[in-house]
C-alpha cells in the first residue's frame, strides 16, 4: 500500500520539526494537561465532514468501557469487524486497541504509516470522518478551524487555543492551517502514547509466582526464550511446584504449554514467535497470502472482539482455526504466506485450552490482581 503523506513530504517534515521539541518532553512524562486536552480531542466530534450523516470521533471507533449500553466492555477497540466512516461507509480494516499501539515501528494493520502522527492526520482529513481524497484540503481546513473557533470541549470545557498554550507552548492562532491541522495530529498522537496495558491478568500472577519471565530480554532470539520457559516448566513440574491463580484452570495451563511451545513435538502452537509478552505481539508484518499485516497483541481479548485484520474471526476459536489454515497454507509453500505459520502443529483437541490460556490474558483492576497473586491452585 502506498504511504499518503497528506500535506506532502516538504510541509509535513516542517511541520513535525516545529512541534517535535515540545511534543517529545510531553510524551516523556506525560501531565495532566496533556491528558486532559487528548481527551477533548479522542471525542471531537467536529472534525468529521459537517455535510455527512454520521458524527465519528475517536473514541467512536476506539471505544473504551461500557460505552454502548448492552453490549460488552470495550479496551479502545470497536465492536463491528470493520468500521463506519462518517460517509456510512464500512472501512477495510478492524479497529485494533490502541493499548501500546506506540511500541511499532510502523502504524497500520499494513504497516502503511511510518509515524502515530502521520496515521493520525490521515484520518482526520481522510475516508473515516469523510473526506474524499479530493476533499483532503478542506479537511486539514477544517480540522484548524475546530481548534481555532468552534470545537466543543465537552468533556473539560477549556478552549484548545489555552490548551496548546500550555501543553506544547504553542500559539495556534499564529499558525497556517495545515500546521494547525498537525499540531492535532501531533496531540492525539501524544495521547494515545499514553494508552498502555496494566499488566495485572491472570497470566501476570502466574509468572510472577512460578518465576516465569514476563518477557524476552534485548534482542532475545524467540527460540531461545520459549525454550528457557520450556525448561522453567520442566523444572518446575519436576518439583511439584506449578502454581495456578485462582481460576486459571488445569485446561488453561496445557494452553500455556502450547503456545510458548516452538519445538518438534505434538500440540506446537508456537504463538510466542510472533505473540511476544508483555503485550504478545511482536509489531511486526507478517504475510497471511490477502497481504501482509501487523501481529495484533493479544490481552484483553474479551473486550476487543471481533478479530483479524478483516474482523472475520467472530471467536477466539474462529481465529485459531484461521491460523490453522495458514499452517495448511505455508506447509503447502503457498505464496505470500510467512512460513513462520507452517510451524504450527496443533489440532481441534489444541482450540479449548488456547482459548481458556488466551483468556488469562484479560487484565483486573489491582485489587483483583493482589487477590491472584496470593490465592493460587
Not at 53 to 73: D, M, N, R, T, Y
Not at 76 to 93: Q, V
Not at 181 to 191: E, F, I, N, S, V
Not at 256 to 271: L, M, Q
Request: charged fraction near 25%; aromatic fraction near 10%; glycine fraction near 8%.
Amino acid at each position: 500500500m502506498k504511504r499518503r503523506n497528506v500535506m506532502g513530504p516538504a510541509a509535513l517534515a516542517m511541520t513535525t520539526a516545529l512541534l517535535f521539541g515540545a511534543a517529545t518532553a510531553a510524551q516523556e512524562e506525560p501531565s495532566p494537561a496533556l491528558q486532559q486536552l487528548g481527551n477533548d480531542l479522542f471525542a471531537e466530534l467536529l472534525f468529521n465532514n459537517q455535510g455527512t450523516g454520521f458524527a465519528i470521533a475517536c473514541s467512536v471507533c476506539h471505544a473504551i468501557g461500557e460505552s454502548v449500553p448492552g453490549k460488552s466492555e470495550r479496551y479502545y477497540a470497536d465492536y463491528t469487524p470493520t468500521s463506519l466512516t462518517a460517509n456510512r461507509e464500512t472501512t477495510e480494516r478492524n479497529a485494533q486497541t490502541l493499548a501500546d499501539a506506540s511500541r511499532a515501528e510502523v502504524f497500520g494493520w499494513d504497516g502503511a504509516y511510518d509515524s502515530m502522527e502521520d496515521m493520525v492526520l490521515d484520518k482526520l482529513v481522510g475516508k473515516q470522518y469523510g473526506w474524499n481524497d479530493e476533499d483532503r484540503d478542506a479537511g486539514m481546513d477544517n480540522a484548524a478551524y475546530v481548534l481555532l473557533n468552534e470545537g466543543h470541549n465537552a468533556i473539560s470545557g477549556v478552549p484548545y487555543l489555552d490548551q496548546f498554550q500550555e501543553v506544547y507552548g504553542l500559539d495556534l492562532e499564529s499558525l497556517p492551517r495545515p500546521e494547525v491541522a498537525a499540531a492535532a495530529a501531533r496531540a492525539l498522537a501524544d495521547y494515545t502514547r499514553t494508552l498502555s496495558y496494566t499488566m495485572t491478568a491472570r497470566w501476570d500472577a502466574f509468572a510472577e509466582q512460578n518465576r516465569f519471565r514476563k518477557q524476552p530480554n534485548d534482542d532475545e532470539d524467540m527460540l531461545n526464550y520459549a525454550a528457557s520457559i520450556e525448561s522453567r516448566i520442566f523444572n518446575q513440574e519436576g518439583r511439584n511446584l506449578i502454581r495456578r491463580p485462582e481460576g486459571f484452570t488445569e485446561t488453561a495451563y496445557e494452553g500455556f504449554k502450547t503456545f510458548f511451545r516452538a519445538f518438534d513435538v505434538e500440540s506446537v502452537g508456537n504463538c510466542v514467535r510472533c505473540h511476544v509478552p508483555p503485550t504478545f505481539s511482536d509489531y511486526a508484518l507478517h504475510g497471511t497470502g490477502a497481504g501482509d499485516f501487523k501481529t495484533p497483541p493479544l490481552r484483553n481479548l474479551s473486550r476487543t472482539d471481533p478479530y483479524l485484520h478483516d474482523g472475520s474471526a467472530a471467536t477466539l476459536e474462529d481465529a485459531i482455526r484461521a491460523h490453522m489454515a495458514l499452517a495448511e497454507a505455508a506447509g503447502s509453500e503457498q505464496e505470500g504466506v510467512d512460513p513462520l505459520f507452517g510451524e504450527i502443529n496443533i489440532s481441534d483437541a489444541d482450540i479449548e485450552p488456547l482459548v481458556l490460556f488466551l483468556q488469562m490474558l484479560d487484565e483486573v483492576g489491582p485489587e483483583n490482581f493482589r487477590h491472584y497473586l496470593i490465592n493460587f491452585e
